[in-house]
């Protein structure tokens, strides 16, 4: 658990600092669709489109929770005190049960999921290419991201100790669905091992379900 609160720590440092501020020009496109709507908008002053623009942004805010279990061993007020120093974060609450609940621009949070996405796809390259774990192939995914299939030669895997990549695979496949915005309860993460000489899958590991 210790290592998965490291690793959520990581993943807000990398892909929500410097994300604040790009909100602003689809805050001033919605306003400016409103004054074409009406013609009483047309005289507004410089300090009511001001104010218009600032409610709009409203509009483009994305809220993501983050379950009690991922920050068990750490502090939530330290964390929320943190992140909401980070650009782009509007606020963290501490909820009743633990969890924080981030909100955040719709722009932060667009970047932020493309940069987990290529996260996740090298995460996938270096796991089946590299000399770490040898007896895997090449890992394939479903476009969520939820549904993996590790492609190994079975001999080999079966007498050494690469099944821990799937560790890291599930950790990177579970924190994406976070903040992609699926429900906490309902994150699910599952590999298929399949046999590269017979395409027979002979093992299948479910995340979350794999830690208990």
Known sequence: MKRITILLAILLLLFLTACGGENGGQAVNSDSQKQSD??????????????????????????????????????????????????????????????????????????MIDEMKESLEKTMDEIAGGSDFPSIKEIK????????????????????????????????????????????????TTIHIQDSNTGEVFDTIVYPDAFN
Request: cysteine-free; proline content about 2%; overall charge negative.
């Open 38 to 111: 009406g013609a009483a908008d047309v005289n507004s002053s410089s300090d009511e489109e001001k104010d218009t623009i600032e409610v709009d942004k409203n509009l483009f805010n994305v809220e993501i929770t983050i379950p009690a279990s991922l920050i068990a061993d750490e502090d939530p007020e330290q964390i929320k005190a943190e992140a909401e120093q980070e650009e782009g974060i509007i606020s963290v609450t501490v909820n009743s049960d633990g969890s924080l609940t981030y909100k955040m621009t719709k722009a932060a949070h667009k970047k």
């Open 141 to 188: 995914a479903n476009k969520s991201y939820t549904e993996f299939t590790m492609v190994v030669e079975r001999e080999i895997y079966e007498n050494s100790f690469d099944a821990f990549a799937t560790f890291s695979l599930g950790l990177s496949s579970m924190f994406y669905q976070v903040f992609d915005g699926k429900n906490p309860e309902n994150i699910k």
